[in-house]
């Protein structure tokens, strides 16, 4: 099974500051068809997670342009250039190349 | 606009047998894998069983498989998850949720907002 390994694991932040998450998979989601099969989702408190980024690097539609994915192969990152209060809650990184599919363990996202 | 909306979770007995349900509405159900993931308190998210469009293929986590069962009717627009021999750490919300395109294995771009189950004597 592809193992996803998120940090940080918390992540207290200012308004207006940037933020970054960094997801790591024990296997290459780069497919044959040039895409990484991996989503970044928001779970607010109480709620069910929304899709923020698929395939890596694009924003999922309503998603705000301050949300950003990277990365490739192995590596991958989620970045929030200025932290609004909205954004708190945990963060998934979840792999989509075959099953068993598989999330990180979440980042959970504060305001300071 | 899309809505997945979970039913049946319940407190039930190890041992137990449950059925949860999905109603979906507006997109074309047929054609969408449908899959179903839970969350155990303070664990990380976890994928249970994927369904694709026209009923077949279906995979399930190795935790469920030979104890949960997934299936779908279209023409009710419905998945469904049979759990059976229920055991403690079953206990969990459980979430439909859609693939964001037809025909295949992707992202989920919609979830419902879950059904809670139980599982305690």
Redo the contacts between chains.
């Keep these: 099974d592809i193992v996803m390994t998120q940090s940080p694991l918390s992540l207290p932040v200012t308004p207006g500051e940037p933020a970054s998450i960094s997801c790591r998979s024990t296997q290459s989601l780069l497919h044959s068809n040039g895409n990484n099969?991996l989503?970044w989702y928001l779970q607010k408190p109480g709620?069910?997670?929304?899709?923020l980024i698929?395939?890596g690097s694009n924003r999922?539609p309503g998603v705000p342009d301050r949300f950003s994915g990277s990365g490739s192969g192995t590596d991958f990152t989620l970045k929030i250039s200025r932290v609004e209060a909205e954004d708190v809650g945990l963060y998934?990184c979840?792999q989509?190349l075959?099953?068993?599919?598989?999330?990180?363990?979440?980042t959970r996202l504060e305001i300071k | 606009e899309v809505q997945l909306l979970e039913s049946g979770g319940v407190l039930a007995e190890p041992g137990g047998s449950l059925r949860l349900s999905c109603a979906a509405s507006g997109f074309t159900f047929n054609r969408y894998s449908m899959?179903w993931v839970r969350q155990a308190p303070g664990k990380?998210?976890?994928?249970v069983a994927?369904i694709y469009g026209g009923g077949s293929p279906t995979?399930y986590?190795?935790s469920v498989k030979g104890r949960f069962t997934i299936s779908r009717d279209d023409s009710k627009n419905t998945v469904y998850l049979q759990m059976n021999n229920l055991r403690a750490d079953d206990t969990a919300i459980y979430?439909c949720a859609k693939d964001?395109i037809p025909d295949g294995?992707?992202?989920?771009?919609?979830?419902?907002?879950?059904t809670p189950v139980i599982v305690s004597s």
């Design positions: 099969y989503a709620k069910s997670p929304q899709l698929y395939l999922a998934h979840m989509a075959g099953t068993p599919i598989t999330f990180g363990q979440g | 899959n990380r998210l976890e994928w994927i995979y986590a190795d979430y964001r294995l992707f992202e989920f771009d919609y979830w419902g907002p879950g």
